[in-house]
C-alpha cells in the first residue's frame, strides 16, 4: 500500500533545497502548520543533549511507537521496519531539534544521527511511504 505523499515545502520555510533538510527555528511554525495542511503527521524530536545513539534512539521512542522488542541501535530500527510502517502515522514530518549543539560537542553522533535517519527515509521511500526529517537550524538568517 502506497501512502499520500506531499510536496515539500519552499522559501522561507526551508533553508535548502536538498538534503539534509534545514528549517530556521523561526519557520519551525509554519513547517508545521503546512505539514498539518497537506495530511501529514508531526513529531518533534530532541537531541541536543545525546551522547550515543541510544539516547538518540531513545528520544526517537519518546514520540513514536516501536515495537517492545527493539533495541536501541541503528541496526534495531532497521529489523523493525515493517513494524515501524504499520505502526507510524504516514506520511510523517520529524522534525530534529539540537543538531547544532550536537555537532558542536558531539560531532561524529551528528553525522552518525544525520545519516541513520536518511537512511530510514530513504528506506520508508522505497516501500512507497513518506517520512521526512528536518533539522531545526539556528543560524543567523540571510
Not at 552518525?112 to 533539522?135: A, C, I, N, P
Request: glycine share 10%; proline share 7%; aromatic share 10%.
Amino acid at each position: 500500500m502506497v501512502a499520500d505523499w506531499f510536496d515539500l515545502p519552499g522559501p522561507p520555510i526551508l533553508e535548502e533545497r536538498a538534503e539534509p533538510w534545514l528549517v530556521h527555528s523561526s519557520q519551525v511554525s509554519n513547517l508545521h502548520k503546512y505539514l498539518v495542511s497537506v495530511g501529514a503527521s508531526v513529531v518533534e524530536v530532541r537531541i541536543g543533549n545525546a551522547r550515543s545513539v541510544v539516547d538518540v534512539v531513545g528520544a526517537l521512542k519518546e514520540v513514536l511507537e516501536f515495537p517492545r522488542w527493539c533495541g536501541s541501535g541503528w541496526d534495531s530500527i532497521d529489523d523493525a521496519f515493517e513494524e515501524l510502517r504499520a505502526a507510524w502515522p504516514l506520511p510523517l514530518g520529524i522534525v530534529v531539534r539540537g543538531l547544532p549543539e550536537l555537532l558542536a560537542g558531539w560531532p561524529h553522533l551528528a553525522l552518525e544521527t544525520v545519516l541513520g535517519l536518511s537512511r530510514l527515509s530513504k528506506g520508508f521511500g522505497v516501500e512507497g511511504d513518506q517520512v521526512l526529517v528536518f533539522y531545526v537550524s539556528d543560524r543567523p538568517e540571510t
